[in-house]
């Protein structure tokens, strides 16, 4: 399948970056304060074309990233309990708060409305979409992959980035990484056959936001096997 050989590109490039460690990131990074765009389309064998879209919103500070989902005025609220009884976790619609704690980064999801701060255990990341990664996290993407990537031509309409781009078996990755902001403009990723396209488009907002997680005074802890039937 397609998406397999996107995977494995993927897998090969997160073990270039190990193996070679041809760059390490930078000490330091700017705060940012971001607006994200996923899109997505897939072309199945039967001639079904599939896209989806969402926004997410991003707060990167020195050891804490911050994203939430931009979800519709009109989402119908997830209901926790039903007759007494706690149901999984919508992390979707939650705040995500990723803490810089080592090896292992902390993970855990903001309800505002319960008033909660639900802690994630590293065996459960998979449940919630994590993938474990501090510099995914906080990049975007492991900046290490970059020196495996080639510098390419392609023009640029963003002051000090530049295109960068992978290809293996007709199927590639392609990343506008922004030098000075250090994080990517834009992330591509699909196959020359055109089964299937991703597209991140990273925009910086204007301002800096206070650090949400420093208003959580009084919230409860929370535990996810609190969520789990």
Do not use: C
Request: charged share 25%; glycine share 6%.
């Amino acid at each position: 399948m397609q998406i397999s050989r996107l995977s494995t590109l993927l897998a090969t490039l997160s073990l270039a970056g190990t193996v070679h460690a041809v760059a390490n990131a930078p000490a330091t990074a700017p705060d940012l304060d971001l607006a994200i765009a996923y899109y997505s389309k897939t072309v199945a064998p039967d001639g079904v074309t599939r896209e989806s879209r969402y926004e997410e919103t991003m707060l990167r500070r020195p050891g804490h990233v911050w994203s939430a989902r931009v979800l519709p005025a009109h989402a119908a609220p997830h209901k926790h309990e039903e007759g007494g009884h706690r149901h999984g976790l919508n992390h979707i619609a939650m705040p995500r708060h990723v803490i810089n704690a080592g090896k292992t980064p902390r993970l855990e999801f903001v309800d505002a409305k319960e008033k909660a701060v639900i802690a994630i255990p590293a065996t459960e990341f998979g449940n919630v979409n994590f993938d474990g990664s501090w510099d995914r996290a906080f990049y975007l993407l492991d900046p290490r992959l970059l020196k495996t990537m080639a510098v390419t031509n392609r023009a640029s309409s963003t002051p000090g980035a530049k295109w960068r781009e992978r290809e293996d078996n007709g199927v590639y990755q392609r990343v506008l990484w922004d030098e000075q902001r250090q994080i990517p403009v834009t992330i591509e990723s699909g196959d020359k056959a055109g089964t299937f396209y991703r597209r991140v488009d990273v925009t910086a907002r204007a301002g800096a936001a206070a650090a949400p997680w420093t208003k959580l005074q009084g919230y409860a802890q929370r535990e996810f096997a609190d969520f789990l039937d």
